[in-house]
C-alpha cells in the first residue's frame, strides 16, 4: 500500500520557505517519495474548507512516510516550514 502525506499550507513567511523549497526533495526522494501536487492553489468543487497550497506526496507506503517525517537530517527543514507557513497534514494509505 502506498502512503500519500497531504499537506495544505499557508505561507506567511516566503523567504524562509523558500530554503524548506529548495532542499526538502532531496529528503523526500530518499524514503522514496515523490510530488503528485507541488504547491498548487486549489480550486474548491464541495464543502467549506479554504486550503491556500496543497501538496501531495506519494510514498512507497505509510512507514516510508512516517520515516520521511521521522528523519533527523530533515527536522531543522520541518522547523523551517513550521515557522514560515501554517500547516495542517495528514496520512493516508492507498488502495494498491
Known amino acids: ?11 506567511e513567511n516566503y523567504a524562509e520557505f ?8 532531496a529528503f523526500i526522494e530518499k524514503h522514496g ?6 504547491g498548487v492553489v486549489p480550486e474548491v468543487m464541495e464543502g467549506d474548507w ?6 501531495v506526496l506519494e510514498f512507497p ?7 520521511f517525517l521521522n528523519d533527523p537530517e530533515a527536522q531543522p527543514l520541518f522547523a523551517i516550514r513550521h515557522k514560515a507557513t501554517v500547516s495542517k497534514l495528514i496520512l ?3 488502495c494498491v
Open 1 to 11: 500500500m502506498k502512503g500519500y502525506l497531504i499537506l495544505d499550507l499557508k505561507v
Open 18 to 25: 523558500k530554503v524548506y523549497i529548495e532542499k526538502i526533495p
Open 33 to 38: 517519495g515523490r510530488y503528485i501536487v507541488q
Open 50 to 55: 479554504q486550503p491556500e497550497r496543497v501538496v
Open 61 to 67: 507506503s505509510p512507514s516510508e512516510a512516517k520515516e
Open 92 to 94: 493516508a494509505e492507498g
